[in-house]
């Protein structure tokens, strides 16, 4: 049976009338419950061990490298190939067919002919075809503005210029990590019975967080191989200065929309998370200095977060003025006395922008460990168990449950071509998900359902002119084009969050704002949307190495240090 | 093309997803709703996971009703007997709306289903029946006679009794479990051929790739190489 998380704070839950708008699901950050730091808490609690078994990689940066981490119970190895790839064919595109280097997370620890066989595979990407002995499949660019520079300085015998990387913040930029049984990959569910998979995305996480090492390791390589007497490594401070870069276009955003109950666990985990805080009667003092530290650190992440975009420009004008805001006032003594946390958020609802906002609910959860670290075993879902319709459910409480969910929608006039501007379409190229302007190009036969208020409002029409008395199966009998929205709905019903109330096919849709929210539940930071439908992002960044994770704290790196007072 | 096409003869492997995703993109394709697409991939998903032939049969499924009116193909619900409007019933339409009327069927009601396409892909649905009330549900037509519990499918009947084209089917609660097979999830392979079909009605889904698309729909926007 399907688990939903039932609250234990004394203060309400935010309604998802309040959450699930673009414009503050493109306004989340990342937090303790962010998928990299859930990794990195099992990785440190449960004592991994890692090491590089191969490193074939010749003076070019051609080769192979295996890097396995070995859990309790089990292990796993990133296979990663190395390519010299001519600069012309460099693109982050998915429609690119050649990369710098490529990976597969094999489970378990490979052989030499599984090597061989991923060698004629994993470098083709979609092109190719993995096994149910790998778990995710991927890809890398080099960033053309730091690569070279680190690696020549390095050979060079110095340190990377502290700007530049502070800059850029990574080597080399992933595009798509496929899971999830994509391109012959071991189905998920054949693995989320394992503790260390149950949890979404911790896979892909794994693989992008062994593809950091290998980044650092092949630049220091590429150094040592173009000078063996003078070139050095990277000193340490400054190399976890280093993040896995990350493009990401439209082909994320749909999945939002496909997975409704999971979209439901990760917000509702997080919503859990905030309404326990500001149920405390008090602040100690110890958790106050801690919620200092983090919010001057995160004043520092708004620092270095650069982007070219108008939007985002404006965005981080306004994070970084709610942050000095905030700041002031919990100088004032804001967190003193009674219920300081609720009053500091009521307080931010009142005085700073959506982005400062969901930044303050994100900081909110760092002095909080205890409170909000075990509702990540919320964070998955059983999908199956909300697929099947409700068909004995009369059919005006289907009509009911439109009401409450797509009210929103009914308003709207969808007889205007700026609500109905976009369609979702697949292209035949690469199999991507796009967006398309339906007035404009030849798509809407294409199109997915991918407009739930626009569906759920032909619903209710169709509802309205119905047997009153009806069952909703009789009702889907007689109308199997509702079938996909009525299936929504009812897990709606069931799962308050499950549902974004914002029209995903209005001419003012900004496909970026779905991006950002999956991307912050993944624990990325540094949003630089390229364009209202392409973002890159910065993952691990500040992050503890392998080898340095028994050493160092899994979670304070999730806000770049403090600089140091010259 | 990211689920390739098989070559012909060979057989390959799929993940239980890829045939999920095939079968509601090549449902789709050949006319059916999105709702009824998402039913025929995830029957298909669950016939394969149960080491049944799914893509096979809903590729077949598929080529003979393609083009076909979605009321011909419906069943028409009279007392205890569904009948197509004018042709075989469609087991993804008649399967889903007897998943549907799950709680009728396990409170007793027996239907009688006349002349069903490929009737071994109800079996999903009527694991629906039984996942959702617990009841277990037996199918039967002239010698096959299937039984779905919540956790699996027990069978009897040949294969070639399991794969006939037209049956006329019963479905009822059974008071008894027996002995199920349970799902397994793992891959399979699938012939080349089925594949090539449904990848063929697949294709109709996907919008020709065009240049103005390429840059626009996929977004266009700063160098990307830098």
């Known amino acids: 049976m399907a688990q939903t998380l039932t609250s234990t704070a004394h203060t309400a839950l935010r309604p998802p009338a309040t959450v699930m708008r673009l414009a503050r699901m493109g306004s989340f950050h990342q937090c303790r419950l962010s998928f990299m730091r859930v990794l990195l808490r099992r990785l ?30 089990r292990s796993y190895s990133l296979v990663a190939f190395s390519h010299d790839l001519p600069a012309n064919q460099r693109s982050d595109r998915v429609i690119a067919e050649a990369w710098d280097a490529t990976f597969t997370l094999f489970d378990g620890e490979p052989t030499q002919d599984d090597i061989e066989r991923l060698s004629w595979n994993v470098p083709k990407q979609e092109a190719g075809r993995i096994s149910s002995s790998e778990i995710s499949l991927s890809r890398a660019n080099r960033s053309v503005r730091l690569f070279e520079h680190v690696v020549s300085r390095l050979a060079e015998g110095r340190q990377p210029d502290i700007e530049k990387v502070r800059s850029i913040g990574y080597l080399m930029r992933t595009t798509a990590v496929y899971g999830s049984g994509k391109f012959g990959a071991v189905d998920r569910e054949a693995i989320a019975d394992r503790p260390e998979f149950a949890g979404p995305f911790q896979a892909e996480m794994l ?39 990350n493009s990401t276009g439209l082909g994320l955003a749909p999945f939002l929309a496909n997975h409704p109950s999971l979209l ?42 650069h982007s070219e975009h108008s939007l985002q420009i404006q965005k981080l004008a306004m994070l970084k003025a709610d942050l000095d805001h905030l700041q002031a006032h919990v100088s004032a003594g804001a967190l003193e006395g009674d219920a300081p946390w609720d009053r500091l958020y009521v307080w931010s609802e009142r005085n700073l922008s959506i982005e400062g906002q969901e930044q303050l609910v994100s900081l909110m959860q760092e002095p909080y460990a205890s409170l909000v670290d075990e509702l990540a075993d919320w964070m998955m879902a059983d999908e199956d168990a909300y697929f099947r319709i409700d068909g004995g459910m009369p059919l005006q409480k289907l009509r009911d449950h439109v009401e409450e969910i ?45 407009a739930a208020g626009r569906d759920a409002a032909a619903m209710f029409r169709d509802i309205e002119a119905f047997d009153g008395e009806a069952s909703v199966a009789a009702f889907l009998l007689r109308h199997p084009e509702h079938r996909h929205i009525a299936r929504r709905t009812q897990i ?50 500040d992050a503890p190495f392998p080898h340095e994770l028994a050493e160092r704290d899994p979670d304070e790196w999730a806000f770049p240090p403090l600089r140091k007072a010259v | 093309m990211g ?33 009824l697409a998402e039913e025929a991939g995830k029957a298909a998903r669950w016939l394969a996971a149960h080491d049944l032939p799914g893509p096979e049969l809903l590729a077949e499924l598929l080529i003979r009703n393609d083009g076909r009116e979605y009321e ?31 709680s009728e069927i396990s409170s007793g009601r027996k239907v009688e289903l006349s002349a069903v396409a490929m009737p071994m892909l109800l079996a999903p649905f009527a694991a629906g029946v039984a996942e959702l009330t617990g009841t277990p549900v037996r199918l039967s037509w002239a010698d096959a006679e299937l039984t779905l519990t919540a956790e699996g499918i027990a069978i009897d009947g040949s294969t070639t009794a399991l794969t006939r084209r037209a049956e006329n ?45 390429r840059l626009a729909g996929a977004g266009a926007g700063l160098s990307d190489s830098d």
């Open chain 1, 207 to 245: 693989s992008v967080y062994l593809t950091r090492a290998f980044m650092l390791d092949l630049v220091e390589h590429l150094a040592r191989m173009r000078n063996p007497d003078k070139a050095v490594r990277v000193d340490p401070d400054l190399r976890r200065r280093f993040g896995v870069g």
């Open chain 1, 264 to 305: 439901n666990n990760w917000i509702a985990a997080r919503e859990e998370a905030l309404a326990r805080i500001r149920s405390l009667p008090t602040a100690a003092s110890a958790e106050v200095e801690l919620f200092c530290d983090r919010l001057a650190r995160a004043r520092i992440n708004a620092e270095e977060w």
């Open chain 1, 44 to 73: 440190k609690s449960e004592n991994w061990r890692f090491e590089r078994p191969v490193w074939k990689i010749d003076a070019n940066g051609v080769g192979v490298a295996v890097y396995t981490a070995h859990g309790p119970e």
């Open chain 1, 492 to 541: 709606a019903a069931r799962c308050p969050y499950a549902e974004i109330r914002d029209n995903t096919i209005s001419a003012a849709l900004l496909p970026i704002d779905l991006l950002r929210c999956k991307l912050a539940f993944f624990g990325a930071t540094h949003f630089d949307p390229r364009s209202d439908r392409w973002v890159r992002i910065n993952m691990f960044q």
């Open chain 1, 406 to 450: 797509y009210g929103w929608a009914l308003e709207l006039d969808w007889a205007s071509q700026d609500n109905l501007a976009r369609a979702w379409y697949v292209s035949e190229e690469k199999l991507e998900p796009r967006l398309g302007e339906r007035f404009e190009e030849p798509i809407e036969a294409y199109e997915q359902p991918l």
């Open chain 2, 72 to 102: 011909t193909l419906a069943p028409v619900i009279g007392d205890g007997k569904w009948k197509a409007g004018s042709d075989l019933l469609c087991p993804l339409i008649t399967g889903s709306a007897l998943c549907d009327r799950a």
């Open chain 2, 3 to 35: 689920i390739p096409t098989a070559t012909e003869g060979r057989l390959m492997s799929f993940s239980l997803n890829e045939i999920a995703s095939m079968g509601k993109r090549a449902a789709r394709g050949a006319g059916y709703s999105w709702g």
């Open chain 2, 169 to 213: 089917v019963r479905c009822e609660a059974v008071d008894q479990a027996c002995p199920v097979k349970a799902a397994k999830i793992a891959g399979r392979t699938v012939d080349a051929e089925t594949w090539t079909r449904l990848a063929a009605f697949a294709h109709r889904t996907y919008a020709p790739a065009t240049e103005a698309s």
